[in-house]
T-cell receptor
């Protein structure tokens, strides 16, 4: 079975400062990992995904994430936060060969002007 | 392409009433899913379908039924709504290929309130 732990339920940063959203996973097999973003009252949008190619994955809007197998982590980062980044972010794991996703509980990102 | 669409966007029900949520996708995807989203819980899988005429239970199936009569549509039914079913419901679809390009595509959600 796989599981995802998002280590912070709420992160608050000032505009222009770095963003770090932390995610740890457990999976019996080589996983695929995703980050989705949900803006207020909107659906889910895929930010980026790791699928066993490069361990550093670049996504949309300047976000990136690094897959660290030894630490079972897939943290999401951005060098400089923008007001439009305020949203909820979900870390998601999929076991190799499976079509089912397991979601973390989400991290709400607030950006202070 | 519209992608994944959901009808309705909002709904208020009284306890005991029934309703059906409709999900439609135009990407010719084999697999479709229904999730519910509750504060602090992430998304949890209710039911899913791996093809026309087939459905299966997910993590939280109680109180819901589903049907997949056409490949492009996936219906979620509440026979007797309860306040615990107040939630935001998301539909998603994916191809049957589970290789590295696998991705689920999500609809905009339906906000349901049961009073």
């Amino acid at each position: 079975a796989q599981s995802v732990t998002q280590l912070d339920s709420h992160v608050s940063v000032s505009e222009g400062t770095p963003v770090l959203l932390r995610c740890n996973y457990s999976s019996s097999y080589s996983p695929s990992l995703f980050w989705y973003v949900q803006h207020p009252n909107k659906g889910l949008q895929l930010l980026l995904k790791y699928t066993s190619a490069a361990t550093l994955v670049k996504g949309i809007n300047g976000f990136e994430a690094e897959f660290k197998k030894s630490e079972t982590s897939f943290h999401l980062t951005k060098p400089s936060a923008h007001m439009s980044d305020a949203a909820e972010y979900f870390c998601v794991v999929r076991r190799a060969g499976s079509y089912q996703l397991t979601f973390g509980k989400g991290t709400k990102l607030s950006v202070i002007p | 392409n519209a992608g994944v669409t959901q009808t309705p966007k909002f709904r208020v029900l009284k306890t005991g009433q029934s309703m059906t949520l409709l999900c439609a996708q135009d990407m010719n995807h084999e697999y479709m899913y229904w999730y519910r989203q509750d504060p602090g819980m992430g998304l949890r899988l209710i039911h899913y379908s791996v093809g026309e005429g087939t459905t299966a239970k997910g993590e939280v199936p109680d109180g819901y039924n589903v049907s997949r009569l056409k490949k492009q549509n996936f219906l979620l039914g509440l026979e007797s709504a309860a306040p615990s079913q107040t939630s935001v419901y998301f539909c998603a679809s994916s191809s049957s290929w589970t290789g590295i390009s696998y991705e689920q595509y999500f609809g905009p959600g339906t906000r349901l309130t049961v009073t």
